[in-house]
């Protein structure tokens, strides 16, 4: 070692470029380094949840959790497959190998789930494939409240989902405290028998009518039908024109046997805020999550240029009051913080330890080659 200590003594010229370009290096790190608060931990497993409500275990075992361990067990990679059957649930866990690419793994976990769909029981709901990710956490929780209906606060809902989603960075946004927009038909049993109709031949009216919106209940007499349609009418007018054609073939329309009212669901989450100790009052959560590996100070800032955007005159929010309630790049900010000088104060000290035992010029030349590159 001693050859070294001199090669670089004599080399003045390039000990000093070699310091110069790690102390770049080490900046220039810190700087394009993704930044989070918690390590990534990729966890190489898939799981597959069906609901098929009022199935026993028995049943769920036999029509889907083995038709879908069939589809399962032959994609590569699978490590190990186990399964749940409970009443009304269905649970399959998929291990892969830990050499497996798991975005990979999981689109041939949802591709094998997806061909077995047809042989499973009709009224069950579509299997639901899901990737573990302990880092799948929001990095901004935002409260609004605003002085709107409740439908126009749902309307609100919808359109700051679209505007976060827009957002670089951004992979989802979950919005809680509103309700879910619903078409409410409440049929009129005086004008089913003026017509001789049924309510089968209602529903089966919106069932034609191919609804884009949920068709939350059919109402006759106090007799609540639940029923829901996926399709390409949007507006409860669109629904009061669809026609019903009676048993002596005259044709009427929903609005001659129902009255049609565009509303919202009943409550399912309750979201309140309140700011310096005023009363609390209704708001919405909104919670943002990003993509991964990605860095969360990045995308943070540009959520954050988005709600003043939309605070502006004229924008959706112009009227409303916002608080970020959770701010994961302000807390990595203030992290980094706390690390750089805890790290600056370590070098004057070990700047300083040298200094006294070793002499100037050797301490600057140590504490600057030892710790700036970390």
């Known amino acids: 070692m001693h050859w070294l200590w001199l090669f670089f003594l004599k080399k003045r010229e390039f000990s000093l470029l070699l310091m110069l370009s790690l102390i770049g290096l080490g900046i220039y790190s810190v700087l394009i380094i993704p930044k989070e608060s918690a390590p990534e931990v990729i966890i190489p497993i898939g799981i597959v949840t069906t609901v098929y409500p009022g199935a026993t275990a028995a049943d769920i075992e036999e029509l889907i959790t083995n038709k879908l361990e069939d589809a399962i067990e032959n994609i590569d990679d699978l490590e190990n497959l186990t399964s749940i059957s409970r009443d009304d649930v269905s649970s399959i866990t998929a291990e892969f190998t830990a050499k497996a690419d798991i975005t990979k793994s999981i689109q041939n976990l949802k591709d094998a789930v997806d061909s077995a769909k047809s042989d499973l029981p ?70 089913l028998q003026a017509f001789n109709i049924s309510i089968g031949q209602v529903t089966a009216a919106l069932a034609t009518g191919n609804l884009s919106v949920p068709v939350g209940i059919v109402s006759t007499e106090g007799v609540e039908y639940a029923i829901r349609f996926e399709g390409k009418l949007e507006e409860s007018a669109d629904v009061e024109n669809l026609p019903i054609t009676t048993q002596g073939g005259q044709i009427i329309y929903i609005r001659d046997v129902a009255t049609v009212n565009d509303s919202v669901d009943k409550e399912t989450s309750i979201s309140r805020v309140s700011v310096g100790g005023v009363p609390s009052e209704s708001s919405m959560t909104v919670s943002i999550y990003k993509k991964s590996g990605l860095d969360v100070t990045t995308v943070t800032d540009a959520v954050a240029k988005k709600i003043a955007s939309l605070q502006e005159p004229g924008e959706v929010l112009a009227s409303s009051q916002v608080l970020v309630v959770f701010d994961q790049g302000e807390q990595v900010r203030k992290d980094l913080y706390e690390l750089v000088k805890a790290g600056i104060e370590t070098v004057i000290l070990v700047v300083l330890c040298l200094l006294l035992t070793i002499g100037w010029r050797e301490s600057v030349v140590a504490a600057l080659l030892y710790h700036f590159p970390l």
Not at 140 to 145: D, E, F, K
Not at 152 to 175: P, Q, R, Y
Request: proline share 4%.
């Open 122 to 191: 009709r009224d069950a709901n579509d299997p639901i494939v899901t990737e573990v990710n302990f880092a799948d956490q929001p990095i901004n929780i935002i409260a609004i409240s605003s002085d709107l209906s409740p439908s126009a606060f749902t309307k609100l809902g919808e359109d700051l989902k679209d505007s976060f989603g827009s957002v670089a960075g951004v992979s989802n946004v979950v919005v809680s405290g509103t309700r879910e927009r619903q078409i409410q038909v409440i049929v009129h049993e005086q004008a």
